[in-house]
């Protein structure tokens, strides 16, 4: 796609939006949108010019790292695998170097299911979109010889991402480190909300993360809540729950009515956390995979 159809390829988006995993479709993320190492991008047009088909993908250097692409959009209006084809055939010129490309479907989008069937797409896992209406929180304690504190910017960059590696260095999709740099940057995008990332510490040692963003679902502020991470040797002593109650009292005083998490489906125990702490299923998503050539 060329420079001068980004404006057409950003209304497609915003279009087709609700079809799709939006994740990474709305305005704030198409801003400044342009099609180029880290997002190679294809259309298909009618003879009217008007595009029927994108795809487009996020070469990132976070997805570089765990030599993946992720799919900003994959979508044709005419239902046919052809369409499908002729745009995967293109991005995949982009993707040497890499293992796999992945692409988030909504498990009600049965048609898009079944196209990533036809494409030798495979299921790696499940993910699901909980959301909190009640701004109360129940009460809650810091254990002896712990505490939480607010994360510092240009001090903590280092401990954030060393708790947040070892906390997910077994999820599915998360494996990827994070460096100090992306931790940083963090901070300065817009969703930051200060005072919103928080380190739990056990007689000085970090232990745990928990952030809390800003946010918008059903075109209503929310504050979403992740990531949330406990080292391996600290899990399973009720921390991640203090960690979540941490997040949602400060929801609170930044008067949100409502919070929102993602969680994978073979996360069995966060998501019983979760729900017993008044969270309520809204999504389910399938992260399908494509293996690539190497």
């Given at each position: 796609m060329t420079d001068h159809r980004v404006k057409d390829f950003i209304e497609y988006c915003k279009k087709h939006r609700n079809e799709v995993d939006d994740s990474f479709l709305y305005e704030e993320d198409l801003k400044g949108f342009e099609p180029n190492a880290e997002n190679p991008t294809y259309i298909m047009i009618d003879q009217q010019g008007e595009i029927t088909a994108a795809a487009s993908l996020i070469i990132d250097e976070y997805n570089r790292r765990g030599q993946r692409a992720r799919f900003r959009i994959f979508h044709s209006e005419c239902k046919d695998v052809s369409s499908y084809k002729q745009l995967m055939a293109s991005l995949l010129k982009h993707t040497e170097g890499l293992k796999k490309v992945y692409i988030f479907i909504p498990l009600n989008n049965l048609p898009l299911m079944e196209l990533m069937d036809q494409l030798d797409f495979s299921v790696e896992r499940y993910a699901f979109l909980l959301v909190r209406e009640d701004s109360d929180v129940p009460e809650w304690n810091i254990p002896?010889?712990?505490?939480?504190?607010?994360?510092?910017p240009g001090k903590d960059e280092q401990i954030w991402s060393e708790v947040r590696n070892a906390g997910f260095a077994k999820l599915k999709g998360n494996e990827t480190p994070v460096t100090p740099e992306m931790v940083a940057k963090m901070v300065s995008e817009n969703d930051y909300l200060e005072g919103g990332m928080k380190i739990l510490y056990h007689l000085g040692k970090p232990v745990g993360i928990v952030r809390g963003a800003d946010d918008e679902f059903e075109n209503a502020p929310i504050m979403n809540i992740g990531p949330l991470?406990?080292?391996?040797?600290?899990?399973?002593?009720?921390?991640?729950?203090?960690?979540?109650?941490a997040a949602l009292q400060f929801a609170r005083e930044k008067n949100y009515k409502k919070t929102i998490l993602s969680v994978n489906g073979e996360n069995e125990r966060a998501q019983a956390l979760y729900i017993n702490e008044g969270f309520?299923?809204?999504?389910?998503?399938?992260?399908?995979?494509y293996i690539l050539n190497s």
């Open positions: 002896q010889d712990y505490r939480i504190q607010a994360f510092r991470a406990v080292i391996p040797e600290y899990q399973g002593l009720g921390l991640g729950r203090i960690l979540l109650r309520r299923q809204v999504e389910g998503v399938a992260c399908y995979e």
